[in-house]
């Protein structure tokens, strides 16, 4: 199916369908319940999963094939959001042109920034990409102002010129970014007793580019290339001895990789056309190694799961606060009750990154794959006590079948 193999298509069907069902799965529990906090299925949050997924996804293609780890690709992130901006300021407010920007403008940097940081490789090659992208955040914040903004940010302005498209709206407005006239905010409820979905028009944009995303790592882990770069992560000084000059090869993994960067920087713009230096800062980079990390670095899924992990995280978790602790526990004596909200109350709230932490401290130390190899483990237990079931001569034939 579309080129892949049996287990590749199963891999983008259930993307697929996690995508498409979303509203329905993130968001378990009614809303009169007490535990509808922990909801996550609302437009901008699952915007942030998908957008943060091809972030992650494109990064892998450049640490989890190469083992270049790069602390500059929120640089990336940057330059495709304002010039997602800038093409709504002066082209118009469709999304596709300002997208194909992002993605073409981060290329070029990325293509610039690669050629000469990949002339070290190591944590010399990591602290370059850092520098470039801490002088990419100085300069929009401070230098290129009437380009970005500066501390402020680039916005959307009343008279922005927009050669194809108007300025203002009837009501005096600024037109919001649009498809083809489907504004992306525009939303559809659909109530089911006391449960609410909702259906928005950006985050299937979004999700619908992601598995384009997808589709197009799988076929790049799939190619001669992605052998080529694996060859580069287990012993490039061999390859070097060899004759054969890697570096073109890694230089296309980190342009591609940037390409990713700008496409998703140009779809957080898409999705709300503002543009700030706080994106190019290193916190940023530092946030999609934690996701390629903690979902599997070097698998096709675990950038996807790692993203959607730490943005529940910050989302959900952060707005945990003492009141919805004294909700928990109420049911407790006064002096119990105001205990454990003291215990809990340093993990969540504004303290979310230590439970972050922590999870991320575990999966390291006894799950080294990530969230995908703890999947794993859990489906070789669950055919493990197949095989008990059915017996001795199922195992073998099992066994039989997997040497052939």
Known sequence: ???LDKTDTKLLLIVAVLCLFAPFILNPFPTSSGLAQFNAGYPDLMQRFVIFGIFAVGFNILFGLTGYLSFGHAAFLGVGSYSAVWMFKLLSMNVIPAILLSVL????????????????????????????????????YSVFTPITGGETGLQLALDDPRILGISQTAGGNIPVPALFGLEMRASWDL?????????NAGYYLCALILLAAFYMAIRIFRSPFGMMLRAVKSNQQRMNYTGLNTKPYTLAAFVISGMYAGLAGGLMASMDPLAGAERMQWTASGEVVLMT????????????LGAGFIKYFENIFSKLNDNVLHGWFAFMPDGLENLMVTIVHPFVGKGWH???????????IFLPGGLVEGGQRVGRLFRRRDIKSTGPEAEAAQQRNAAE
Do not use: C, K
Request: charged letters at 5%.
């Open 1 to 3: 199916m579309f080129g």
């Open 354 to 364: 230590l439970t972050l932490g922590i999870l991320f401290m575990l999966v390291v």
């Open 105 to 140: 403008l981060s290329g070029v940097f990325a293509l610039i920034i690669g050629y000469v940081s990949l002339r070290r490789s190591g944590i010399y090659f990591s602290i370059l990409t850092l520098a470039f992208a801490q002088m990419s955040f100085a300069l929009a």
């Open 293 to 304: 990390i903690l979902g599997g670095a070097g698998t096709l899924i675990g950038p996807v």
């Open 191 to 199: 109530v089911l007793g006391d449960w609410q979905f909702t259906f």
